[in-house]
């Protein structure tokens, strides 16, 4: 009987351990795919609320840039999805610390560029621009 509940727990764990392997290389391989897609895309990240995010989102509207820069826009705060893709763009294209990320921050991928700050961003859409 001893020699039974041994090799249970042992082939419990094993398969705790495959199961845990494949979860983790099941969530590797999607945020590959993840990074992959948005590659060539320009994308604000911004949250709720935020005064930063809302001093280039006034920069933005004055200026007419969404017009002229094609870029997407995704909030973090309300979307765990939107601040998953942002922290692994910060951390995998950018090298950044997870602990020193905020918003607003900007990937521009055609560039493999991200820009950190409201006044920082503000300026990469003027020379995008010319202004």
């Known amino acids: 009987m001893k020699k039974t509940t041994i090799i249970l727990v042992i082939l419990i764990v094993f398969v705790l351990i495959v199961g845990i392997y494949f979860v983790v290389k099941g969530r590797r391989n999607n945020d590959e795919q993840l990074l992959a897609s948005v590659q060539n895309s320009t994308i604000f990240f911004y949250g709720d609320g935020c005064p930063h995010c809302a001093n280039v989102d006034k920069f933005v509207t004055d200026n007419n840039v969404e017009s002229k820069i094609q870029f997407e826009r995704k909030e973090i705060f309300n979307d765990s999805n939107n601040s998953h ?4 763009i910060a951390t995998k294209k950018c090298g950044l610390s997870e602990s020193n990320l905020g918003v607003p921050f900007l990937w521009d991928g055609p560039e493999s560029k ?8 503000i300026d990469f859409f003027k020379q995008k621009l010319g202004i």
């Not at 991200?114 to 961003?121: E, L, N, T």
């Open 85 to 88: 893709l942002m922290t692994l």
């Open 114 to 121: 991200c820009v950190s700050g409201d006044q920082p961003i």
